[in-house]
Every structure is written in C-alpha cells, then in structure tokens.
C-alpha cells in the first residue's frame, strides 16, 4: 500500500478542505487587525463573531462566555491558574483524576509548589472515575474540579453531568477538559453544569494553533495573558483571525456530521476491536468496550515492545501511536494505563489506533492482518515469550 493509513486522530487530524477554503481570504483579502476602525478590518471582527457564536451554539453557550486561546493547553492552563488565583481566598484545594492530559496534571503539580493542594483520584478498570470517591475528596477548601470529559489515550468518557451535579450542589467550580470530547459526542454546559470547559481546533478537523476556553457568566478569572483588550479584557493578543475562522467551520461541519460520523465509525472501531481480539492471542483493550469514544481503540499486547511495534507499523505505511504524542520518546510506561490497573510489562506493549471519518474497512482489514504479521514475528524473537511458551507446554 502507498498511500498513508492514518490512524492517530487522537494526536492531530488532518484539517478539511472546507476548513483551508475558509481561511485562505483571511491571510491575504481580509488581513486587518479587527481592533482596527475601517471596513478592512470589520469584516474581520464579523468574521470572529460568526466563529464564536458557531462554538457557543455547538455547547449550548453565550457567544460572550467563548474566549479563544492558542489551544487547549493554554485553555487548561488558564482555568486551573486563574481560578486558583482568583479564588485562592475561598479555598486551596483543587480534584482531578490520575489520567488527566500533561495539560492538566503538570498544572497541577505547578499549582501544588504555590502552595495549593491537589487530589488525584483513581479510576475504575476502565478509566471511569467513581462518584463515590470524588465526594469523599470534597473537602471545606475545595475550589475546583477539573475532570476531563474523554480521554485521550483510552477513550474512556466521563460521566461529566453527575459530576456536574456534584460539583454544583458543593458549590465548587467545574472545569472540563474536553479537547478529545468536543466534535465527537455532544455536549451541553447548561445541562451538564460546566462552567468552564477547553477545546482545541486541531483534534477536530481544524487548524493547530487555535483554541478556546468557555468561561461562564459570573466566573471572575482574571487575563491570562496580558495586553491589549482583545477577547472582552480576558486575553490579549491580536486575534488569530484565520485560526478562528477555520475553527468556526470545523464546528459548524463537526456537529452537522456528527450523527454520521459517530455511526461510521463505531462500526469500523467494533470491526478492528473484534477482528484483532478474535485472532491475535495474549492481546487486551484497554478502556471500556462500549463507553469509549466513538474513534478510539487501545490495544496491549502481551510480550511486544510497543515501540517495536510502532516502528514495524510505519514501515507498512500505518501511523499509530503507543499512547499519547506528548509522552513518546519517553521510556515510562503511559501514566493513563497504570492508572487503570496495568503492569508496567504490559502497559509497554500498548498500541493506540484512533480514526478519523475517512478511514475505510479494506483499511480496517489491511491492519489487522499487518498487526498480526507484526506481533507474530516480534514474539518469535523474545526471549519472553519463548519462556513463556515452554512453561505453557510443560503444564
Ligand atoms: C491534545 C490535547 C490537549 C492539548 O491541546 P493542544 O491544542 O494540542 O495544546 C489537551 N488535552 C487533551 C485531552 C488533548 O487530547
């Protein structure tokens, strides 16, 4: 096969055509800064507002409750250290769980060296954290709750309205991660009581660079970056007018294809989930069956190498990834699969395949016999697995 079989969505997506269409006038028609007064640059501003009212609908937000970022790093970065800041009067405390993005969990271990204190919650086998565990963490000075909505290793999703309500009926803040949720399953703030919650224009379709943090009404976080006035005094800079406009269409495409892509894609996931556990032996997914996000697979494969593993794969013309991009090139096991109960020696051999709407079955087919190939032949040369097979043999 010649062409690239693209298989970690998870990490980036490729950015629509739609989506390039759309920015190009703004690099070179329409370049003016929107702060600017002539008609150059308010069709600039038009253009801006467009975007944010598509975001805020797409949540059942206000347009004036969208505050765009330059990704969802900062958007983590921003509600986790202005609410602390800002509320650090009321409280130091701060809930997370262990499997969080680095965007949060290093935030976080930030925040725990000014001072703050920061609960890291287990999860359950799957990934999911346990209700029961996040109201004994509840403590008088807890000011926020930062659960992520899906994960992005595992694809474990949240059951973010009863946190929600938790957070809510404790008067404690709720910020969600939702950079893998966001354009894959629906969301609501009104309904699920989030009030803050960070999205990323390159994990759906969109352009990298672009970003945003909904903030709801009331909340009095302070500028994360200072400046100018740009983004109602919340954050300063020149608006990245392109990014935006490009993150405004892969919304506005996301949700009107969402139903589409969702039923698509499940049924390729289900495909490739059954075909590699039914003929690959010593393998497990990691991450719930159902409960996951509609495009994510994680496998571990017993007595592989994950890295070996990825290595032989792109050789075939197949990117994947052995956990998240972030910690590649790093030798410690994926934080997200100890968490949920792995032995080291296993969580190495882990294999993550995320998909994205263009994927096909002959693909799907044209991986799982690759992956069986692949794991066959690197088994024939560990000493492990050699150990492992006269022991069974004995028995
Ligand atoms: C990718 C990702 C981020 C970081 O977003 P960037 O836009 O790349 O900065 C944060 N959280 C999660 C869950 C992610 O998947």
């Excluded at 809510?168 to 699920?192: P, R």
């Excluded at 968490?339 to 096909?360: K, M, Q, V």
């Amino acid at each position: 096969m010649e062409k690239k079989i693209y298989l970690d969505n998870a990490a980036t997506t490729k950015t629509r055509p739609a989506v390039v269409e759309a920015m190009l006038p703004y690099f070179t028609e329409y370049y003016g800064n929107p702060s600017s007064v002539y008609e150059l640059a308010t069709q600039n501003k038009k253009a801006v507002d467009e975007a944010r009212n598509t975001i805020a609908k797409a949540l059942n937000a206000e347009s004036n409750e969208i505050y765009f970022t330059a990704g969802g790093t900062e958007s983590d970065n921003w509600a986790l250290k202005a609410t602390a800041e800002a509320y650090s009067d009321k409280g130091n405390h701060i809930i997370t769980s262990k499997i969080e993005h680095h965007a949060i969990l290093h935030t976080c271990e930030y925040l725990e060296k000014r001072g703050f204190e920061v609960t890291y919650l287990d999860v359950d086998e799957y990934g999911v954290v346990k209700m029961e565990e996040l109201k004994k963490a509840i403590r008088p000075t807890t000011i926020l709750i930062s659960i992520m909505a899906a994960n992005n290793e595992i694809g474990t999703i949240q059951p973010i309205k009863e946190i929600g309500e938790i957070a809510k009926a404790n008067n404690i803040f709720f910020h969600t991660d939702a950079v893998q949720a966001f354009g894959q399953v629906s969301l609501d703030v009104k309904d699920m009581n989030i009030d803050m919650l960070s999205a990323s224009g390159h994990k759906l379709n969109g352009p990298k660079g672009i970003g945003f943090l909904y903030i709801k009404k009331g909340l009095k976080l302070r500028s994360f970056v200072h400046g100018g006035a740009q983004e109602r005094q919340r954050r300063a800079g020149t608006e990245n007018v392109p990014g935006i406009v490009g993150f405004g269409k892969a919304v506005e495409i996301a949700m009107n294809t969402m139903e589409e892509r969702q039923k698509k894609e499940i049924e390729l996931r289900d495909y490739l989930i059954d075909r590699v556990l039914k003929e690959v032996p010593y393998v497990r997914l990691n991450g719930h069956r159902t409960g996951r996000l509609p495009n994510n697979v994680n496998f571990a494969f017993q007595f592989i190498e994950g890295e070996s593993l990825l290595i032989m794969l792109d050789m075939q013309n197949i990117c994947a990834s052995s956990g998240s991009a972030c910690t590649s090139g790093s030798l410690d096991p994926s934080h997200v699969l100890l968490a949920i109960g792995l032995p080291h020696e296993i969580a190495h051999g882990s294999l993550r395949l995320t998909l994205g709407d263009d994927n096909s079955k002959e693909e799907m087919d044209y991986v799982v016999d690759t992956i069986k190939e692949i794991v066959t032949k690197l088994r024939s040369m560990s000493p492990l697995y050699e150990d492992f097979v006269k022991s069974m043999s004995r028995q």
